[in-house]
């Protein structure tokens, strides 16, 4: 094997590894300190050894364990030169104690990854940075491409990300899986915070920019593992399965030419069938575990469009119905607009209209695309060309996706073309 | 706290549209203007002519130079730019975001010097 091969072969594993077991090496590395950035910096040392060492000596037969053994060392050479303190010497002990066992050849490491993902997501952690958290710490995403898909300056992520790791440390956040009593609240946190993940993955719908598409495959794959390590919490496997029914839909939002195309002028044939197989199968194991929920139900409504155009049998009653619950359940103004829409179908452009007026005060929605695109839609649909032509106008102005935008300005340009003839 | 935003775009890549598309890409500028409006955060805004309608001008060692064409010449030009009131930097990156020089050009968001 030539030395290029070598290091291919290196990287190749070192990747796979990276992208199988990081989360489970870093929560290892972790637990017992509760130092998160302590364990990443091993670990990148670890596996910058592990490029410089396997393509000259061969890949190890098990390299978690071979990267786990450095990454230790680095650890405890770190923690000996910091050794200021009390705290330093107690990290030692345990470092020693808690990891001797387990990196013995043979062992499986154990995988706490669950508890890391609680502490991730932890109440005393702000909460618009525990997805970053989770996507970094869990899966190794680096800080700059985590800032791009969230909108966030490299610099700003990189402090925040630093200032939730020592939180983590200095308040003492438990790594654990919560007690029965209190396990409910504490997954929402979990679950909300994947699904932060997969919505700002989704808004890419082309896919062009790589970083935010593969943060839907990124939240995809923590929706999964919760689901695997707590097979019996019916919300972890309503949001899988929500999540499961938007990915399947992706390649059908836009057309040959990247135009954007709504839902209900999709191709149907262009969506993953197996997908939305396994979407309904994890939403009917969710119902059979008797606890209705927020994802479950907007699962459920998802299931109910995707049935609708998939057997040409109109069912809004019960999409109106779900989005009863789900706006009962919780109010929000992305919920209170797509019943508003969902009531269009069922009762009329006016009851809608009146169910959007109930919510017009919210601050929340100046800024807020749908809200403006879906009164739009209302008022031209009545007839009321200038309240509709301006809340087209605020609704292009608030879009982000170029596709997007140019299918508002189309909109727009039939309710003003009409208004002139 | 106030940011500009400084839209830099390929000035030939406008200069090859339709005129239908020209008519569109100046549309959403315009619907981009209104959504900051009526959000309240519009200061200010600006279209500039064409960086070849640039001159520049300094001093130097005593005397005066003047150039034709743009301080840099780069691929992308400064085209114009938006003044708004946000916040932070990550309202100001949002509307960064959804301005149209975003998706065919790029948007630098600058803080303005608080006097």
């Known amino acids: 094997m030539s030395a290029s091969e070598g290091d291919a072969l290196a990287r190749s594993t070192a990747d796979a590894v990276a992208r199988r077991s990081y989360g489970k090496l870093v929560a290892f590395l972790s637990t017992r300190t509760r130092d998160v950035a302590a364990a990443e910096d091993a670990l990148a040392d670890a596996f910058a050894a592990a490029l410089a060492d396997w393509p000259v000596n061969g890949c190890p037969s098990k390299p978690e364990a071979w990267l786990l053994t450095v990454a230790r060392r680095k650890m405890i050479d770190g923690s000996r030169r910091r050794r200021t303190g009390e705290l330093a010497a107690n990290d030692l002990a345990v470092l020693y104690e808690g990891m001797q066992a387990a990196v013995d050849e043979g062992t499986e490491i154990p995988d706490q990854r669950l508890a890391l993902l609680f502490a991730c997501a932890h109440p005393a952690i702000e909460e618009g940075i525990r997805a970053p958290l989770m996507l970094q710490v869990v899966l190794g995403l680096d800080a700059a491409t985590i800032a791009s898909a969230f909108l966030m300056s490299p610099d700003a992520m990189r402090q925040r990300l630093v200032r939730a790791k020592n939180k983590i440390r200095q308040a003492g956040i438990p790594f654990r899986v919560p007690e029965a009593g209190e396990l409910r609240p504490r997954l929402d946190a979990v679950l909300d915070a994947i699904y932060a993940a997969f919505a700002e993955g989704w808004a890419d719908a082309v896919g062009t920019d790589v970083a935010r598409r593969d943060l839907a495959e990124e939240a995809l794959f923590l929706g999964r593992l919760v689901t695997e390590l707590l097979p019996e919490e019916p919300e972890a496997l309503g949001l899988l399965g929500l999540m499961l029914h938007a990915e399947a839909r992706r390649r059908a939002r836009r057309g040959a030419n990247g135009e954007y195309v709504p839902f209900a002028e999709q191709d149907i044939e262009r969506w993953d069938r197996r997908m939305i197989d396994e979407a309904e199968a994890v939403l009917l194991r969710a119902s059979r575990l008797g606890a209705v929920g927020r994802y479950q139900l907007e699962g459920a409504i998802q299931s109910a469009h995707v049935h609708r155009r998939m057997k040409g049998v109109a069912n809004w009653d019960t999409v109106v119905v779900l989005y009863d619950a789900l706006f009962s359940m919780s109010f929000s103004p992305v919920v209170a607009i797509n019943r508003a829409l969902a009531i269009a179908e069922l009762r009329g452009e006016r009851a809608a209209l009146a169910a959007l007026g109930e919510i017009e005060d919210d601050p929340r929605l100046t800024q807020y695309q749908p809200y403006w695109a879906a009164r739009a839609e209302l008022l031209a649909r009545t007839g009321e060309r200038d309240e509709a032509l301006r809340s087209y106008d605020i609704a292009i102005g608030l879009e982000r996706d170029p596709a997007v935008r140019t299918y508002l300005q189309k909109k727009r340009a039939g309710v003003g073309a009409e208004a002139a003839g | 706290m106030q940011y500009l935003l400084l839209l830099y775009a ?47 001008v300094r001093i130097k060692d005593g005397k005066t130079q003047v150039l034709n064409g743009p301080y840099a010449d780069s691929r992308e030009q400064l085209g114009g730019y938006f003044l708004i009131e946000a916040p932070d930097l990550d309202a100001a990156l949002s509307w960064a975001a959804r301005c149209p020089g975003a998706s065919h050009g790029t948007v630098e968001v600058r803080p303005l010097w608080s006097m």
Do not use: F, H, I, M
């Open chain 2, 10 to 56: 390929n000035e030939s890549d406008w200069d090859k549209l339709t005129p239908a598309q020209q008519e569109q890409g100046v549309a959403a500028y315009e619907a981009y203007r209104q959504a900051l409006k009526e959000a309240g955060a519009l200061v200010g805004a600006n279209r500039l002519q064409n960086a070849s309608s640039a001159t520049t």
